[in-house]
């Protein structure tokens, strides 16, 4: 079974970059996601990445944020630009009913 482990949180002033990291215990050849969840809210998709490489935004990050991948790495990447206090939150890393951990985001006002 896939194991995936996010990295890459942290505190940051609004304006300021990030780039989070998920690295899979096999072979990411899939389509997989990134997902956040702010405290009182649902889980919501971020963004998305098939396996063939075709990208899907959130309209709330948009000309921010870009997900990526390295399929020699089995690494996802999420480089977050422009970073706004509401998009503090757990982000998440998925592929199938696979999750992992999560790594948390802190932007400050």
């Known amino acids: 079974q896939v194991q995936l482990v996010e990295s890459g949180g942290g505190l940051v002033q609004a304006g300021g970059s990030l780039t989070l990291s998920c690295v899979a215990s096999g072979r990411i050849i899939a389509a997989m996601g990134w997902y956040r969840q702010a405290p009182g809210n649902q889980r919501e998709l971020v963004a998305s990445?098939?396996?063939?490489?075709?990208?899907n935004y959130a309209d709330s990050v948009k000309g921010r944020f870009t997900i990526s991948r390295d399929n020699t790495k089995n690494t996802m990447y999420l480089q977050m630009n422009g970073l706004l206090p509401e998009d503090t939150a757990v982000y998440y890393c998925n592929r199938g009913v696979t999750w992992g951990k999560g790594t948390l985001v802190t932007v400050s006002s």
């Open positions: 990445i098939s396996a063939g490489g075709t990208t």
